[in-house]
């Protein structure tokens, strides 16, 4: 998150649904990263976009079940499914990271059809009255998978917008902004490649 989901600590910049302009940063993973402007909540936009021999009807599978992603992601430190309606599925999720204080937030998590694939897009819910621990509050935490066939591959889109909440020290969003990223997307490249 991380997502969603991700939706994920390590994830402490985002989103680039109000960015027009992206800036790659590196080519990974048979990822492209990129970064947007600072927006002026202060969150900086993040995009990756991967191509990867894996049946996207697999990929999409495992982004559908957020409740499990901490058996994924190493920058989530628990998630739990609170809640599904149909399309909606409220998550609670504790965001981890070396260095800084855990995280925890709950997000409302929407599957979507789009062509050729699911979007599964996640915002941080009004309620957050399921939080169990001290973790800080993220302010902000919103973006989206999307899953599209390419032939019989995937074409992942990886949007967010994080902001973290209390004090993080600059050095180490620095830091997220590069490896956190690179990790997320390592993470769910390597569960894939071991199914």
């Known amino acids: 998150m991380a997502c969603l989901g991700v939706p994920v600590f390590a994830l402490l910049l985002a989103s680039a649904v109000a960015s027009a302009s992206w800036t790659v940063t590196d080519q990974e993973h048979d990822c492209t990263f990129y970064r947007g402007e600072v927006e002026a909540s202060g969150a900086t936009a993040v995009r990756v976009v991967c191509d990867w021999d894996v049946p996207p009807a697999d990929l999409s599978a495992v982004l559908s079940q957020p409740g499990t992603h901490a058996g994924i ?22 965001h981890v990271a070396r260095g800084a204080t855990d ?6 998590i929407r599957t979507t059809d789009v062509p050729e694939g699911k979007r599964f897009a996640w915002t941080k819910a ?16 919103d973006g989206f998978w999307e899953v599209t066939d390419r032939g019989g591959r995937s ?23 590069v490896s956190g990223i690179k990790g997320v997307i390592g993470d769910l490249r390597g569960f894939m490649d071991r199914r």
Do not use: C, K, M
């Open 73 to 94: 992601f190493s920058s989530l430190g628990e998630a739990e499914t609170i809640s599904r309606a149909g399309p909606l599925e409220r998550v609670r999720q504790v």
């Open 155 to 177: 074409h992942l889109v990886y949007e967010i917008r994080y902001l973290a909440g209390g004090r993080v020290p600059a050095l180490l969003v620095r830091w997220f902004q």
């Open 126 to 141: 009004r309620d957050q009255s399921a939080r169990r621990t001290d973790g800080v509050e993220p302010d902000l935490t």
């Open 103 to 108: 995280r925890e937030v709950v997000v409302d």
